[in-house]
C-alpha cells in the first residue's frame, strides 16, 4: 500500500508561479513510473508530466517549457514546479504512482489561476 498527500495548489493570477508537492507513505525510490494528472471541471482526467527512476522526464504539450516534475527520493516527494500559469490550466492536480502492479492515486490538490 502506498499512500499519496497532494499539497501546494492555491489561487494564483495567470502569469504566477506555484509548487505542487506530493509526500508518498513509503519510499519510493524503488517506484519506476510516478506522474502528474489534472482534471478540469466537466473534462476527463488528463496526464501532465511523469518521471522514470532514472530521472527521466516526460510532458504534455500544454506542460512542455512552463512546467517541471522531479523527485527527491530521500523525502519520499514528487514536485511539479508550474510557472507562466493560464486560465486553462485550472482544475484537480493528483499525483500517481504504479508499484506492485498497483496503481495508487493522491487525493487531488486544486489549482485555480484567474485571468
Known amino acids: 500500500q502506498v499512500q499519496l498527500v497532494e499539497s501546494g495548489g492555491g489561487l494564483v493570477q495567470a502569469g504566477g508561479s506555484l509548487r505542487l508537492s506530493c509526500a508518498a507513505s513509503r519510499s519510493i525510490f524503488s517506484n519506476n513510473y510516478m506522474g502528474w494528472y489534472r482534471q478540469a471541471p466537466g473534462k476527463q482526467r488528463e496526464w501532465v508530466a511523469n518521471i522514470w527512476q532514472n530521472g527521466f522526464t516526460n510532458y504534455a504539450d500544454s506542460a512542455k517549457g512552463r512546467f517541471t516534475i522531479s523527485r527527491d527520493n530521500a523525502k519520499n516527494t514528487i514536485y511539479l514546479q508550474m510557472n507562466s500559469l493560464k486560465p486553462e490550466d485550472t482544475g484537480v492536480y493528483y499525483c500517481?504512482?504504479?508499484?506492485?502492479?498497483?496503481?495508487?492515486w493522491g487525493q487531488g490538490t486544486q489549482v485555480t489561476v484567474s485571468s
Open positions: 500517481q504512482t504504479v508499484t506492485d502492479g498497483l496503481v495508487y
